[in-house]
T-cell receptor
Framework: QQPVQSPQAVILREGEDAVINCSSSKALYSVHWYRQKHGEAPVFLMI?????EQKGHDKISASFNEKKQQSSLYLTASQLSYSGTYFC?????????????FGKGTSLLVTP | DSGVTQTPKHLITATGQRVTLRCSPRSGDLSVYWYQQSLDQGLQFLIH???????AKGNILERFSAQQFPDLHSELNLSSLELGDSALYFCASSVWGGRDNEQFFGPGTRLTVL
């Protein structure tokens, strides 16, 4: 049930763009994106719901393809503060208690 | 700051011991979730409570137990500790626990078992 994230790691220069993908083998109801810096708590970025629209704020946006059970996180004109590990958490229709199943994460490093 | 608080921040103990981790959810949130994060297993769901009742269990060992009290704070009890239990333990809270609810994570408790 664990979603698969790709790529595992990416290094960018400040100002470049990145896409992080999250896919599941099960039908998804929602996809939750988090960013975690080393030793800190995961910070909520956004949630995408089945039947919902693409979301975004500032230069970070995400989409959800229900047919393919995939979500993508788009980081535009990256800033140094975007560095960290990005996790997608998924909930499917059969989740009891609505716990998040997290992928293994994508490590993002933005360099000057 | 997510509004979720966890104590203690760090805990160092020996194998075989028992510890209690505490979590206070954001004001107004009724659901509390516990997650374990280790290098090899990533972020793993342990257990979910809603308004004092257990709603779901994940990969939680029998040596681990939790409860949510009437004031909505939650405690995670870990007993007969083993070296492999060393990890970051996060609690998260959400308003009511549905699939469209954002979960906000606390700062975590880093447990080291020696």
């Amino acid at each position: 049930q664990q979603p698969v994230q790709s790529p595992q790691a990416v290094i960018l220069r400040e100002g470049e763009d990145a896409v992080i993908n999250c896919s599941s083998s099960k039908a998804l109801y929602s996809v939750h994106w988090y960013r975690q810096k080393h030793g800190e708590a995961p910070v909520f970025l956004m949630i995408l719901l089945k039947g919902g629209e693409q979301k975004g704020h500032d230069k970070i946006s995400a989409s959800f393809n229900e047919k393919k059970q995939q979500s993508s996180l788009y980081l535009t004109a990256s800033q140094l503060s975007y560095s960290g590990t990005y996790f997608c958490g998924t909930m499917n229709g059969s989740n009891s208690g609505y716990a998040l199943n997290f992928g293994k994460g994508t490590s993002l490093l933005v360099t000057p | 700051d997510s509004g979720v608080t966890q104590t203690p921040k760090h805990l160092i103990t020996a194998t075989g011991q028992r510890v209690t981790l505490r979590c206070s959810p954001r004001s107004g949130d009724l659901s509390v979730y516990w997650y374990q994060q280790s290098l090899d297993q990533g972020l793993q769901f342990l257990i979910h409570y809603y308004n004092g009742e257990e709603r779901a269990k994940g990969n939680i060992l029998e040596r681990f137990s939790a409860q949510q009290f009437p004031d909505l704070h939650s405690e995670l009890n870990l007993s007969s500790l083993e070296l492999g239990d060393s990890a970051l333990y996060f609690c998260a809270s959400s308003v009511w626990g549905g699939r469209d609810n954002e979960q906000f994570f606390g700062p975590g408790t880093r447990l080291t078992v020696l």
